[in-house]
């Protein structure tokens, strides 16, 4: 049975814990709820391994900080032997409204630093990409302190359900696939 490896972007520690660019690590804090089932400290971030309708999963949060992140995945892709069709990274994006979601097989790293070492280290842009729209509400050079900073009144009352809403579609990439994955949850 083939393996899944989906990867939530993100930096550790307390101090980034409730912001935009830690979406990816919310979005797998939800799927290990769901899975009844605890992250560990493992190389190179918080993993945690469990079953999807018999299909083997490996979720992990990076410890290596977001700029090198592809560090990570890189060597749980090795260890576990898992292609790159199944992998998943999920993560933030500037460019989609809040709370859109944008899955995709392939595509460009859009300016992120953690698809950008992801890019470089995996030497490919053909890997899939679940997006999270935390959009692009902050004055010019103000990029960091945006993506850095916490939500909004108004984002935490919608954030909730559609961190469900991602959680759900990393299951169904995990037993429907990507392209019916993409078909029932993009621009959702």
Not at 2 to 8: A, D, E, P, S
Request: hydrophobic share 35%; net charge positive; with cysteine.
């Amino acid at each position: 049975m083939q393996k899944y490896l989906i990867v939530g972007l993100g930096n550790p520690g307390q101090k980034y814990e409730k912001t935009r660019h830690n979406i990816g690590f919310l979005i797998l804090n939800r799927m290990a709820e769901k899975a009844c089932a605890s992250f560990e400290n493992g190389n190179f971030g918080e993993i945690l391994q469990f079953k999807y309708k018999a299909r083997p999963v490996v979720l992990l949060k990076p410890n290596t900080f977001m700029n090198l992140s592809g560090n990570a995945v890189q060597f749980w892709l090795k260890r576990e032997n898992i292609s790159l069709e199944n992998l998943l990274v999920v993560t933030d994006d500037l460019n989609l409204p809040f709370g859109t979601l944008r899955l995709r097989g392939k595509g460009s790293d859009g300016g992120h630093n953690g698809l950008k070492h992801i890019q470089q280290v995996l030497n490919t842009t053909k890997y899939p990409k679940l997006r999270f729209g935390i959009g692009d509400e902050f004055s010019r050079g103000q990029q960091i302190d945006y993506v850095l900073g916490e939500w909004s009144a108004d984002e935490n009352l919608k954030l909730n359900e559609r961190v469900e809403t991602a959680a759900e579609t990393c299951f169904s990439f995990i037993f429907a696939g990507l392209a019916n994955t993409m078909n029932q949850f993009n621009g959702k």
